[in-house]
C-alpha cells in the first residue's frame, strides 16, 4: 500500500471534489473547538481493504486526528466489528468521514468478492485473475484489493505484458505476423516482456501452437468441453488463461477443465461496495 505511486494526490483530489471552498453542513454547526471520537463500524461481514488509505484521508484533512486501526487489509470482518478508531476535532472528522468510507467501502467489496470466488477454486491449482477493467486513477487500489482477497494480479496496464488480443491479430495480418512483429519488437527495443495471445477456436490455437514464441495463451469465450480439449493440446507447453462468459455457476466447472488462469473483468468494473458507517463512540 505505502509503495503506491501519487497515493497522496489521488486522495487530495477526492477530497478536493468533496469539500470544495468548505464543509459548510460542519462549519456552520460544528465549534471549531469541538473534540470527538468516532468508531468505524462493518455493517456486513467481508473483507476489510483500504484501512491506510482512510487513515491517510483523516490525516490529510486533520494531521493532528489520531487514527487507530483495530482490523488491518486482508482480515475478515464480521457484521459489528469496529475497524478503526479516530480522535481528535470533530469538523475534521466529519469533513474527512464520507471520502474516507468511499475508499474503504469499494475496495473493500472488492477484496470481498474476489474471496468469495478464490474460495470457489479450492483444491484446485487455477488462479483467479483481475483484468484492465478498473476505475480511471484506481487501478493500482482496486489490483491491491484483487490481492487482498486472495486473487491474482493480471499486468497492471499496457507496458508490463505484452496481450495480443484479436484486433491486434486482425490488424497485424495474421496470427503468424502478429507474433513475429512482436517478437522483433522487444528484441530491437531491449524489453523483456511476456506474450500472451488470445484464441477463438481450435484452429487458432493450432496455429499458435504451431508457431510458437508466446508464453501464454488466452482461450476466449471457448466452452467448457472445448476449453478441456484446448488445455489437453496445449499439454503444459504454455500458461493458459480462459476468459468470457464465466459465471458463478460455471466458474469450478471451468477451473476443472486444468486451466491454469482464469481472468473475471467483475472482480473490479461490477462490484458492490462492503457496508461500512462512522458513528460517534
Not at 185 to 199: A, C, G, H, Q, R
Not at 220 to 246: C, M, P
Request: proline letters at 1%.
Amino acid at each position: 500500500m505505502t509503495d503506491i505511486p501519487n497515493l497522496n494526490e489521488l486522495i487530495q483530489m477526492a477530497l478536493q471534489e468533496d469539500i470544495g471552498d468548505g464543509d459548510h453542513s460542519t462549519l456552520s454547526c460544528i465549534p471549531t473547538t469541538a473534540q470527538g471520537t468516532a468508531k468505524m463500524v462493518a455493517k456486513q461481514d467481508g473483507i476489510l481493504c483500504g484501512a491506510e488509505v482512510g487513515r491517510r484521508v483523516f490525516h490529510q484533512v486533520d494531521a493532528n486526528l489520531k487514527v487507530t486501526l483495530l482490523k488491518n487489509d486482508g482480515d475478515e470482518i464480521r457484521k459489528g466489528d469496529v475497524v478503526m478508531l479516530v480522535e481528535g476535532s470533530s469538523g475534521s472528522i466529519l469533513t474527512a468521514e464520507r471520502t474516507a468510507l468511499n475508499f474503504m467501502q469499494r475496495l473493500s467489496g472488492i477484496a470481498t468478492e474476489t474471496h468469495r470466488m478464490v474460495a470457489m477454486l479450492e483444491g484446485l491449482h487455477t488462479r483467479l485473475l483481475d483484468t484492465r477493467k478498473t476505475t480511471p486513477n484506481m487501478r493500482l487500489l482496486e489490483k491491491y484489493a484483487v490481492a487482498c482477497g486472495g486473487g491474482t494480479n493480471h499486468r497492471i496496464g499496457l507496458y508490463d505484458m505484452i496481450m495480443l488480443k484479436d484486433n491486434h491479430i486482425d490488424f497485424a495480418g495474421g496470427i503468424e505476423a502478429a507474433i513475429d512483429r512482436t517478437r522483433n519488437y522487444l528484441k530491437e527495443k531491449n524489453k523483456d516482456l511476456k506474450i500472451e495471445i488470445e484464441v477463438r477456436d481450435l484452429d487458432e490455437l493450432e496455429r499458435v501452437l504451431a508457431h510458437g514464441g508466446v508464453d501464454r495463451i488466452m482461450l476466449d469465450n471457448f466452452d467448457i468441453s472445448t476449453l478441456r480439449e484446448a488445455v489437453r493440446r496445449i499439454d503444459g507447453r504454455y500458461e493458459t488463461e480462459a476468459s468470457g462468459g464465466i459465471t458463478d455457476q460455471t466458474l469450478r466447472s471451468y477451473a476443472e477443465t486444468g486451466v491454469d488462469f482464469i481472468s473475471v473483468g467483475a472482480l473490479t468494473h461490477h462490484i458492490k461496495s462492503l457496508d461500512l458507517s462512522l458513528v460517534k463512540k
